[in-house]
């Protein structure tokens, strides 16, 4: 199978600083294209390792998300894809394309979406913006007015399409960020923070977009690079979360999220009950069951309990717990399930990553 994003024990060093040993400065002549490469990429002297040998597999048309804290190797990934970083070892391709040897053809391919991107003139129209990125972009008049009424209509800015550019919401001018990434329609389109900046509705009705219409409608393959975890969870088919430059996991959403969470939490509400004897003697019985690690009572303004927060073991069956509440003359309202979240794991497994490497520090291995 080709993949539309594929990396293969990808490697991207920055040096610390320029060695002062190259010898090469003002007058001094530079002796060869190697040793000028060897300069651009400084791997003369001390370096850190951005990304640390990465393998990623990113099937057409899937939504892929990339998911770290900062200073994770997430930007180093996009730009290298970009073709705007040059990779230090391993293989990296984009349908096939090497970006260090053919990025023209990788940017037949690709197109990035970055929150910062401006390049719209405020004293145009939506439209006449598009209208000029499509010239730029070689599109003939007859190829770039249907491309362009197309995009205006998937993204729904179509009866604001004469506005000025200057009347446009942050949520429109991010739609007509995406109509400019569209236009030369390439098979793969990156996002870096797709809905920094939106209001709730802004962002629910950006990520509908991305989803509904771009991926399952127009079949893009989308890579988003995301600090937004309940995003992650809501739109990817599958995510890989990065840390110092490795992939500590990667597999879809909820996969994920049962990966390092040992427990889950039901909520039990009953009919309020004033804690006693009684109230002690079903929490004793309960905390005799192994798989049972905690159980904590919430209370009203009257001093009673009306729920029953209990944690177990996430694959454990809950029949023996309400049978045993039952037995007990509590009268159980409702049962909820909390399921561990994508942050929950992403935390635990960031903290576990930031712990070992603090003792591998401190062995010397």
Not at 72 to 93: F, P, Q, R
Not at 331 to 344: D, F, G, M, Y
Request: with cysteine; glycine share 6%.
């Amino acid at each position: 199978m080709e993949y539309a994003i594929e990396t293969r024990k990808l490697v991207k060093r920055y040096p610390t600083k320029r060695s002062s040993s190259m010898g090469y400065g003002r007058g001094r002549g530079i002796p060869s294209f190697s040793a000028l490469i060897n300069l651009i990429r400084g791997s003369s002297g001390a370096y850190i390792e951005a990304l640390k040998g990465i393998d990623l597999q990113i099937k057409p048309g899937e939504i892929f998300g990339i998911l770290g804290p900062n200073g994770a190797g997430k930007s180093t990934l996009i730009k290298i894809l970009c073709t705007l970083v040059l990779h230090d070892g391993g293989e990296v391709y984009v349908n096939g394309y090497d970006p260090s040897k053919e990025p023209s053809n990788v940017l037949k391919n690709l197109q990035a979406v970055l929150p910062e991107s401006r390049g719209f003139s405020w004293r145009l129209s939506g439209k006449q913006n598009l209208e000029f990125y499509a010239l730029l972009y070689g599109l003939d008049d007859t190829e770039s007015k249907k491309r362009i009424d197309y995009l205006l209509e998937l993204t729904e800015l179509k009866e604001r399409a004469e506005d000025g550019y200057q009347r446009y919401s942050t949520g429109m001018q991010r739609r007509l960020l995406l109509c400019r990434a569209l236009i030369r329609d390439t098979p793969i389109i990156i996002f870096d923070e797709p809905t920094t900046g939106l209001d709730p509705t802004g962002a629910a009705d950006f990520r509908d977009l991305l989803k509904n219409k771009l991926a399952y409608q127009e079949k893009k393959t989308i890579l988003l690079s995301t600090h937004n975890l309940q995003e992650a969870q809501e739109i990817c088919d599958r995510i890989a979360i990065l840390d110092k430059g490795k992939i500590l996991a990667c597999d879809t959403p909820d996969n994920v999220r049962h990966l390092v969470i040992e427990e889950r939490e039901i909520k039990i509400d009953i009919l309020p009950i004033f804690p006693d004897k009684k109230y002690d003697l079903l929490v004793k019985q309960l905390n005799e069951f192994s798989y049972v690690t905690d159980i904590q009572p919430e209370t009203n303004q009257n001093g009673r309990i009306f729920r029953i927060n209990i944690r177990l073991k996430k694959e454990q069956e809950i029949t023996e717990i309400l049978k045993v509440i039952s037995e007990n003359e509590l009268k159980i309202k409702s049962v909820n399930t909390q399921e561990p979240t994508l942050e929950e794991a992403f935390i635990q497994m960031t903290r576990q990553a930031k712990k070992k490497v603090i003792k591998e520090e401190e062995t010397g291995k």
